[in-house]
């Protein structure tokens, strides 16, 4: 191994670990967790793979001698499953999609892991543990609000009732937000490492401009088959299914329309020729406040072809 690896090597190592001491010890800084693979994706682009291996297992031994070796061993895991094998698509100079795939892979399979080590390393159910967890929570607020008299019995009835039903809505959204966040968290990286890598010089295949995303002719054909087949589950109202698997499936297809009516509105700031980035980040805020009106947005473009349109408007005039 040359010298200059061995360099790069321990000065991304010891990012990796301070990136995990932050946001360990700080909880301000505990969105950081998502972009610890991020220096071995850096390393593994400038190094290969050998290289951002050894430098991820120094780290986790680092981490476990200050945080304890279960906490070594997760957070070493998001290294060496995400962060080596994203810099390996880097280092072969892969298409966006495949790096993204390659890191929702990374992710998932850590996300299994931790799982199954709450369920067979540590005898816990990991999801029996979490909503015990919350509904811990909720017996301890409705005593305090019991105990203090903050509000009279008939209120402290519906709040029982209303922090119920939200457990409730929580069982049926935990599988598509198991599924979800290694998306989310691969997608991330990929961002964050292309932008990086741009930044000191190097070459990278990104994503098209947001605005210029439109949904695949399959794809937009087998989204309008579970459109058509929620409507006719709502308008029979089948219970042979079970109802965790019907919100999931539309909790996916939602985001996705989601997406879409985001790329819409950017194609048409780019159709006006507006380049202020504080216009595009407040419409993408004011977005997830009306995120059931973009939802519907994305269905219209995807099926009407709003921005073809517009343009097709401004050909003719």
Not at 40 to 63: D, E, F, P, W, Y
Not at 78 to 96: E, I, K, N, Q
Request: charged residues 15%.
């Amino acid at each position: 191994m040359k010298t200059r690896g061995i360099t790069e090597g321990a000065i991304f190592c010891a990012l990796g670990v301070m990136l995990t001491l932050i946001s360990y010890y700080l909880p301000f800084f505990i969105l950081l967790v998502c972009f610890i693979p991020v220096p071995m994706v850096i390393l593994g682009k400038r190094q290969g793979l050998k290289v951002s291996i050894l430098s991820s297992v120094a780290a986790t031994i680092l981490i476990g001698l200050f945080l304890g070796p279960l906490n070594g061993i997760s957070f070493g895991a998001l290294m060496l499953f995400v962060g080596c094998s994203l810099g390996f698509a880097y280092h072969r100079d892969l298409a966006p999609l495949k790096k993204v795939v390659i890191g929702v892979i990374g992710f998932l399979i850590l996300l299994i892991a931790v799982v199954v080590g709450y369920e067979f390393v540590m005898g816990i159910s990991f999801t029996d543990l979490l909503f015990q967890t919350l509904e811990q929570s909720t017996r301890e607020v409705i005593t305090l609000y019991e105990s203090t008299n903050l509000i009279d019995a008939e209120q402290v009835s519906i709040a029982k009732d209303d922090m119920a039903m939200k457990i409730e809505m929580m069982k049926l959204a935990l599988p598509s937000t198991f599924l979800l966040m290694p998306v989310v968290f691969g997608m991330i990286n990929v961002l964050v490492s292309d932008m990086i890598l741009k930044r000191i010089g190097y070459p990278v295949k990104t994503f098209k401009p947001l605005s210029q995303w439109e949904m695949p002719v399959t794809l937009k054909y087998f989204l309008m088959v579970i459109l058509l087949g929620d409507f006719i589950i709502s308008l029979f109202q089948v219970t042979s299914i079970p109802l965790i698997y019907i919100v999931t499936v539309m909790n996916f297809t939602n985001i996705i329309f989601f997406v879409m009516g985001i790329a819409l509105i950017f194609n048409y700031l780019d159709y006006k020729k507006m380049k202020n980035t504080g216009v595009k980040v407040l419409v993408v805020l004011l977005s997830f406040l009306l995120s059931s009106v973009i939802t519907i947005v994305g269905v219209a473009d995807t099926y009407i072809g709003i921005r073809q349109i517009y343009r097709r408007e401004s050909q003719i005039k």
